[in-house]
């Protein structure tokens, strides 16, 4: 594990978070967030912490844990291409979520929890587990029928919500649209507290098991030979990361391309240690979808662009001009 290279990402991912809400539509300065004598607060202070602040926390701890997902994901399938949309996981929560929207009925509010957020993290929750029921065998997780379980599930659930959108009124499929195209367009900290109970314990998981996932990365024999449990690293990481994505997805929507840019890029730059790779993913991770989100605010100001479709338009190039390095290389 490299301390010095995971403070280097800390610090950036620390940069960004101070940064970040200082960038948007409204000129916001210094003087005006932290005056003091009016007991009412400013529209300046009003946007700046109920609107900006909630906004930067939100992208910077879902960008971390879908690049932290797609780097573990990464290495316990062995596939430069796993990634939470590879698995149906993302798919499988929008389906979740639409069925919500779609029948008004069904919308219910408890504290900082929505319906919306419980149906999209129970359709992740039972994509996760048709997936894993269907490829695991007496000697573990095989793991080419787990991801083709995976992208079957995620045809059939895109499948499932074109048809469900003949039987929608155009107000709910406006609402989805807008939710399919990934947002971090929050108001207040509901939303965060919303994503703890089952974000925390998710990453601890992903994190716990580092060291694991550095013996699993060369082959199942050695990973045995150094006594990695290899069926229970697996069940914990899966089940981990599954939770760690619906619970981003649930709230922001699928955005694309974190998970599997970030890690290639760390892995690039920082080495293939997982020690030092998973949280640095999620610093890396966390940092870059706070500056989408910033440059979405900014773009075409004063409307905002979903961040979904920044991630969508930077990620794309740099994953072929990746696909393409990987191949000269090999020449």
Not at 12 to 40: D, N
Not at 65 to 79: D, E
Not at 299 to 304: F, L, N, R, Y
């Amino acid at each position: 594990m490299n301390k010095k290279t995971i403070i280097i990402y800390a610090l950036l991912f620390c940069a960004v978070a101070v940064i970040s809400p200082w960038i948007g539509s409204e000129s916001i300065s210094p003087a005006e967030v932290f005056s003091a004598g009016t007991a009412a607060p400013t529209p300046a202070k009003e946007i700046f912490w109920l609107q900006r602040i909630p906004r930067v926390l939100l992208a910077l701890i879902a960008g971390g844990a879908l690049a932290l997902t797609g780097a573990a994901f990464q290495v316990l399938f062995r596939n430069p291409l796993v990634e939470p949309f590879t698995l149906g996981i993302s798919g499988s929560s929008s389906l979740g979520a639409f069925i919500t929207i779609l029948f008004p009925c069904l919308w219910l509010r408890w504290g900082p929890f929505s319906s919306v957020q419980l149906f999209a993290a129970l359709g992740a929750g039972t994509s996760l587990l048709l997936i894993y029921t269907l490829s695991n065998r007496p000697e573990g997780v095989d793991i080419y029928t787990l991801l083709l379980a995976g992208v079957t599930i995620s045809i059939i659930c895109s499948g499932a919500i074109l048809l469900l959108t003949y039987f929608s009124d155009p107000h709910s499929l406006v609402i989805f649209q807008h939710w399919m195209m990934g947002g971090i367009d929050i108001i207040g900290y509901q939303s965060l507290f919303s994503l703890a109970p089952l974000l925390l314990p998710a990453i601890v998981v992903l994190f716990y098991h580092s060291k694991e996932l550095n013996h699993i990365a060369l082959n199942d024999e050695m990973a045995m030979g150094h006594g990695v449990d290899i069926k229970t690293v697996r069940r914990n990481v899966f089940i981990g990361g599954g939770l760690a994505a619906a619970s981003v997805v649930s709230i922001v929507g699928p955005i694309g391309f974190v998970g599997l840019i970030i890690p290639h890029a760390v892995r690039r730059i920082s080495g293939l240690d997982q020690r030092t790779v998973l949280p640095c993913s999620f610093f890396l991770g966390g940092a870059s979808l706070a500056l989408c989100d910033a440059a979405a605010r900014t773009i075409i100001a004063p409307t905002e662009l979903p961040v979904g479709i920044i991630t969508a338009v930077i990620g794309g190039p740099l994953f072929i001009r990746l696909l393409v390095s990987r191949r000269l290389h090999k020449l």
